[in-house]
């Protein structure tokens, strides 16, 4: 806060103060200046005119002055920092790391905006933002000072415009980051400092630096950056998006899956009366449900959750923070696999029993058909389900083996159950072996959810571009 540092040295003829800090501190506390081993009159105009062409360069800028004072002065205090004689001005650069104006590239593309709050001076503080492509197209620099003299009123109006603020003071900080979360906008705010606690605190996400952070600003952080780079922040931010999308992609899956189990009995149920087949029984028996869940949820959900990053996350929008599960999207997705898979469960339900005369004896065969139906829509379902919104086809197909272990294993699994009875002596599972040319259409079968949801996911693409370029 008082922009100096101030050490009291012995001299030989007396003690020495020496001072250092930002130009605009120490030329205040001035009275003259040391050129050419003479003291002259001080001349802020031309040394404040040298600092600004060193900031204009991305230098930070340091002065030092001195003082001389008695030999039994043996403490400073703020008073003591007067009548100083100005010795010059020292540039110091720190250029920005390339991982780091990468990354800040990546935040435009991924609709986050970088702002740069720092304590040098308003020339430096935008050459260096320059340099990274912070607030392109921005002129203005806010300073600590003018934020000062501002109300909180009059900082919420400018907050959305302004990328780039300099001489900063914590407390800015805080009232920055509170205009910025008034406006609607999710913050994450950095710091490393005992007085950047309070911002680090009022932001959404509070990011203190691991290596040069303080005891006090890793407490009042969410999160301890290890390394102190802002790239490891970037790639955060996309692998927190990798795993909302994988957790979506199983969410996803697995409602179906109930979703089609219900509306099948369900649709039996209500179309009893018009089909005398299901007055006898329901398509499904209650422990094949069971199944169903406990193996589609362990063999296929779980594999999705280690699908690898689909490409390009970042170079999509921010979501919505407000934004439900049962949105629009998820309705349709859920909807529309819930009835295919319930359509093709009566379809071959009815096939079958129209194929040995509508025999009632053939019901438990009929049953295990259905069931196997169910299973063989579930996994073709699971390979395009890899991917919410791209298609299929530019995936590798071994790239996640858990999943095709999982496949795997949920149709060698079906097949042990449909021909138990004839293995165990009596099936658990309640099904009934059919003849094996059925396996034909059941294969085909699954692919009905697999290319209804590519068809759908090839609208929905060719549907947004058409509104990106309207």
Partial sequence: KQQYMATLHEDCDGNIIYVKGSPERILKSCKDQFINGKKMPLDKELIMKNVEDMAKDALRVLAMAYKKVPKDKLSLDESDISDLTFVGAQGMIDPPRKEAIDSIEKCKTAGIRSIMITGDH??????????????????????????????????????????VYARVEPEHKYRITKQLQRRGHIVAMT????????????????VAMGIGGTEVSKEASDIILADDNFATIVDAVEEG????????????????????????????????????????????????????????????????????????????????????????????????????????????????????GNSLEFMPQAQTIAFTTIIMIEVGYLFTARSLRGTAFKINPFRNKWLILGAVTTLALQVILVYSEPLFGTSPFRTAPFPAIWWIPLCLVATTS?????????????LEIKKNVI
């Avoid at 806010?142 to 415009?161: A, C, F, H, P």
Wanted: proline share 6%.
């Fill in 241 to 356: 998006r990798h795993v909302y999308d994988n957790i979506w992609k199983v969410i996803l899956y697995i409602m179906p899956t109930n979703g089609g189990q219900g509306l099948a009995m369900a649709g039996a149920l209500f179309l009893a009366p018009f089909i005398p087949l299901f007055s006898h029984r329901l398509p499904i028996e209650p422990v094949q449900i069971l199944w169903v869940n406990l193996i589609i949820a362990i063999a296929c959900a779980i594999p999705l959750i280690w699908e690898p990053a689909s490409k390009g996350l970042l170079n999509r929008p921010p979501r919505d923070p407000n934004e439900k599960l049962f949105n629009k999207f998820f309705i349709q997705r859920v909807g529309i696999v819930s009835v295919v898979e319930v359509t093709m469960i009566f379809s071959m339900y009815l096939m079958f029993f129209k194929s040995v």
């Fill in 450 to 462: 697999f290319f209804v949801i590519e068809i759908e996911k090839f609208i929905r693409r060719r």
């Fill in 122 to 163: 308003a020339f430096t503080a935008k050459a260096v933002a320059k340099q990274l492509k912070i607030g392109d197209g921005e002129d203005e620099v806010l300073t600590g000072k003018e934020i000062s003299e501002m109300t909180d009123d009059q900082l919420y109006e400018v907050v959305n415009n302004v990328s």
């Fill in 191 to 206: 710091g490393d400092g005992v007085n950047d606690a309070p911002a680090l605190k009022a932001a959404d996400i509070g």
